[in-house]
């Protein structure tokens, strides 16, 4: 093979990958305006104070009240806004049990105009010992404002020394 004949197949190859990248009508990722992440900030910063102060009602503000909210969790799927309080209320009965909530390493990408994911780190400072996870959260804006429509958050297991 030619070193001509071999830059023409590899001009070729690139060529019909980009071909084939633009017929998959995939759009590029549109970046999250900066108003839509401090909002959705904004919404993650009151739940992390609701929290801390025991208020779980104040914490669920920052869900979609739905039937149609998600929640994924170890013990599986709890589906819409009432059940999802429930499940917290029981979890987290008292001051004691809820600690102190901390959410670390946000990053925030757009899944549209209306729509955005959230990935990051939870931790609980509690007396009876600190847990921790990860979660990934997918907003969508409403006309008042950006709430959490589906939540999958696990926790770690505990650190063995």
Do not use: C
Not at 99 to 119: K, M
Not at 122 to 127: A, I, P, S, V
Not at 132 to 145: E, W
């Amino acid at each position: 093979m030619t070193m001509k004949s071999a830059v023409s197949g590899l001009i070729f190859a690139s060529l019909l990958g980009a071909i084939l990248l633009a017929a998959s009508g995939r759009p590029a990722a549109e970046a999250l305006k900066e108003s839509d992440r401090a909002a959705i900030v904004a919404v993650l910063t009151s739940q992390q104070n609701d929290w801390n102060k025991g208020d779980i009602r104040g914490f669920m503000a920052g869900y979609w009240n739905s039937s149609e909210l998600t929640f994924a969790g170890t013990r599986g799927f709890t589906r819409g806004w009432q059940p999802v309080l429930a499940r917290y209320e029981k979890n987290y009965a008292d001051k004691a049990a809820m600690g102190a909530l901390d959410f670390q390493e946000l990053e925030l990408r757009s899944l549209g105009p209306d729509a955005a994911l959230v990935l990051g780190k939870w931790h609980l400072q509690r007396q009876a010992g600190d847990v921790g996870g990860i979660f990934t959260l997918v907003f969508q804006k409403f006309p008042d404002g950006w709430r959490i429509v589906h939540d999958h958050t696990t926790q770690s297991p505990p650190e063995t020394k």
